[in-house]
């Protein structure tokens, strides 16, 4: 469950930030006297500039639209514009002006390089494939296509592939910020805590903090990363804290706290996929089955994630199989398991689902293997000695109900269980 959680607390956390597209390029001799329109323009796009380092990228984009209203011509206002649009998570629209730009200028490589961002916030991995093997002929060396190159694999859910190109960037920038966290990122989604955080030290900042809360988390310093998480939570733009800690609270048995922070975090960023996830995930916890289907549903939609969908998935199959809508919970159990979703909790569900359809003899090798993944779970012991009572195997029923009664010996279960053995024909 663990790696589940941290994977929603990093999904869509892109701590590259975009890629500038350089300074503006130099001016051409005007054969002509500038107009007043012209002059305003440059006035316009200067103000933009400033808003634009200044982080008030609305302000920004409105004064650069404002310039090329003014002067169409000025082609090199284009990649700003983007650059401010793609930092506002409009990829599509960036994705435009880099080609707009790039009709005309065909040869720029910092514009063609910054064009993937776009391009991978749209998911279009095709296309970012394709790119790439030209791009990699031109810009290996460059520490800002090696960061490309890494976010592309981070944000493609394959996190050990993104951590050899963005070793290489830090390497060729070791003060870039940027790269650091991305590779940080990288580590934690591998469960490389230790490396990540030794990344970290001397790493200023709210986002630097954010991760290292995560690498504490993962190295069991629970109470050092909840101090770090608790000192973030003022900052409204990291909603990513709030459900880093909501999942914390939760591990630690703090349900009802992790819950009421992960709404509260969802009300600062309706859209946030991963919080979604995640409240959705406390809501089955808490048994309120239909209110988790209604955060889900939206997302089920082919068209309405983008992340890890086998754990949507095999989430959505949970919150089915609470609400007993057996024949869809098993749809999406079994999808979960062909897109690569694994671990105790989904066999366990899987044999609990195909147990109550009757298919008694494929639910026994899913509650097999969930034993196997989790020997300790005394409630597997138990289903599994269920399953085999269900197919007439009295024999194999009782190891799987003795091992429950040896994990869990003050059970409430285990009194009518022992009478139960006592009934049970070998």
Known sequence: MKRALLALALAGMG??????????????????????????AKFLFAEGQRYHREDKIGRAVDL???????DPGRLEYRPYLAQALESQGHHADALEQYDLYLALEPDDPKVQRSRLLPLI????????????????LSQSAQPDYLLLKGLNWLRRNQPDLAVAPLRSALQLAPKRQDIRLNLVSALLLQNLAQEAFDLLVDQSGDQAALLRGLALHLLRRGDEAEKVWRGLLTNPQLVEVGLNLATSLAER??????????????????????????YARLLNRAGRYEDSLAVLRPLLDPDGFVGNRAYLDELAGWTLLGLNRDEEALTYLRQALKLGAQGASLENNL???????????????????AVQL????????????????LKASPKQARPAYQQFLKLAPN?????????????LNP
């Open 64 to 70: 650069y639209r404002k310039a090329l209203a003014k």
């Open 253 to 278: 048995g703090q349900s009802a706290e992790a819950l009421r922070l992960a709404a509260q975090m969802l009300d600062r960023d309706p859209a946030n996929q991963g919080g979604k996830l995640l």
């Open 411 to 423: 059970d409430p279960a285990v009194a009518g269980l022992k009478a139960h053995l006592k009934d």
């Open 374 to 389: 989790a020997p300790l779970q005394a409630s597997a012991w138990y289903h599994l000695g269920v399953l085999y009572e």
């Open 351 to 369: 044999a609990l689902v195909l147990g109550r359809l009757g298919q008694v003899e494929e639910a026994i090798q899913h509650q097999l293997q």
């Open 15 to 40: 701590w590259a930030q975009p890629i500038l597209p350089g300074q503006a390029l130099p001016e051409m001799p005007n054969q002509v006297p500038q107009t007043a329109d012209m002059r305003e």
């Open 121 to 136: 916030g749209l998911a279009r991995w095709e296309e970012v494939d394709r790119e790439m093997k030209v791009l990699d």
